[in-house]
Nanobody, 122 residues
Framework: QVQLVESGGGLVQAGDSLRLSCAVSGRTYSRNVMGWFRQAPGKEREFVAAISWSGGSTYYAESVKGRFTVSRDSAKNTVDLQMNSLKPEDTAAYYC???????????????WGQGTQVTVSS
């Protein structure tokens, strides 16, 4: 069993920064990739970023490239999402999840956190 707990969400203004963190515990086995997704009300869950736990390879959605940075701390078993230059359209619930290899498909991720809300006001 894998447990994922997100933290760091909140209400910010456009242009501000926010840092989300995902604490990982349990038996991850070979699930080597951590992903971040987001879901706004009435919309489908969308891929944001992913990082390989072992090698640090990263992948980003075009909408956040250059503004968001995903990183991992192996010693603390956490994966962070640094979000800069936030826009109102970034408003959503943000989720972390684990899978076997980097992919943008939510269906490929088999363990999910409970989510943390990010609200960006204009």
């Amino acid at each position: 069993q894998v447990q994922l707990v997100e933290s760091g969400g909140g209400l910010v203004q456009a242009g501000d920064s926010l840092r989300l963190s995902c604490a990982v515990s349990g038996r991850t086995y070979s699930r080597n990739v951590m992903g971040w997704f987001r879901q706004a009300p009435g919309k489908e869950r969308e891929f944001v970023a992913a990082i390989s736990w072992s090698g640090g390879s990263t992948y980003y959605a075009e909408s956040v490239k250059g503004r968001f940075t995903v990183s991992r701390d192996s010693a603390k078993n956490t994966v962070d999402l640094q979000m800069n230059s936030l826009k109102p359209e970034d408003t959503a619930a943000y989720y972390c999840a684990v899978t076997w290899s980097i992919t943008v498909l939510a269906s490929a991720y088999d363990y999910w956190g409970q989510g943390t809300q990010v609200t960006v006001s204009s």
